[in-house]
């Protein structure tokens, strides 16, 4: 009984802070020149991805009170990491960032050339992050190298698929859900420092109110990376790092949106809710 009040109360608490902070945290930006046009081209405050932070911390703070074992207390610190560092990564490249580069390829030819973009320094820092997470967790070489891509290519990710309103958060809400449903009690817990927190903002997404921007992508896909580290075995942490270095080749060639609009389901599922 115990645990299931615990995430009723964490989802509530993450429901009511991101809609309570979400005005704030628009306005900030709007004032501060945070702006984009969106598919509209109407200007909306970019780098809303930030207002899952307040929910995070504070559900965390509740999370690590009410547990003393120090391996849980250790995941609830890798996820607080995770997510802060690559939120400040994308805040960065969501504010001074260069858009003659584009994809993985791009941004490290320019890293070749002498060149560092914010993309590229923003994948730099995802990977340096995975390989800190992956060596607390795991003291193997292969289990190390593994996670360390899992998280790093969960990231980008998100990335690729926050190109429109709502389609990221659709994708993140039915991974996690199929993770939600595997997962252990904890698991689950872990979970809602995070979910309540994107669902609460995804109204403003989907409706093209705001972009989360890479200061929100970069959130997701590495929660997803981080849950997916901690909480499975190598066998599917192999198989979801199959799954990424396909989206991720198919991504250099193709459209992914192209790929999506061709495809009568997946296209009807996109633009769900969107209009």
């Not at 547990?67 to 994308?90: K, P, Q, V």
């Not at 967790?137 to 709502?166: E, Q």
Request: hydrophobic share 55%.
């Amino acid at each position: 009984m115990y645990n299931y009040l615990m995430m009723v109360m964490l989802f509530c608490i993450g429901i009511a802070v991101t809609l309570s902070t979400i005005p704030m945290i628009s306005k900030m930006l709007a004032e501060n020149g945070m702006l984009r046009s969106n598919y509209r081209g109407e200007q909306i405050p970019v780098s809303m991805g930030v207002c899952f932070i307040p929910a995070l911390i504070i559900n965390s703070i509740i999370l690590l009170y009410c547990n003393i074992d120090n391996i849980r207390l250790l995941e609830i610190f890798i996820l607080l990491f995770g997510i802060m560092s690559m939120s400040f990564a994308g805040f960065i490249d969501d504010s001074i960032g260069n858009r003659d580069f584009s994809g993985l390829k791009g941004h490290f030819t320019a890293l070749l050339h002498g060149k560092l973009t914010t993309g590229g320094f923003k994948a730099i820092l995802g990977g340096l992050v995975g390989l800190a997470i992956c060596v607390s967790l795991n003291k193997t070489i292969v289990g190390i190298i593994v996670g360390t891509l899992v998280v790093a290519l969960s990231t980008n990710l998100m990335n690729l698929l926050d190109l429109r309103p709502g389609r990221a958060i659709k994708v993140y809400i039915f991974i996690s859900l199929i993770l939600f449903i595997f997962g252990s009690m904890f698991e689950r817990e872990m979970m809602t420092l995070i979910l309540p927190a994107v669902l609460a903002y995804f109204y403003y997404d989907l409706k093209a109110k705001a972009m989360m921007g890479d200061a929100g992508s970069n959130v997701l896909g590495i929660s997803l990376g981080i849950f997916i580290v901690t909480s499975h075995s190598f066998g599917v942490q192999v198989f979801w790092l199959l799954l990424l270095v396909v989206i991720h080749l198919v991504a250099e060639k193709f459209s992914i949106t192209k790929l999506i609009e061709k495809n009568f389901i997946l296209n009807y599922i996109d633009k769900l809710g969107r209009n």
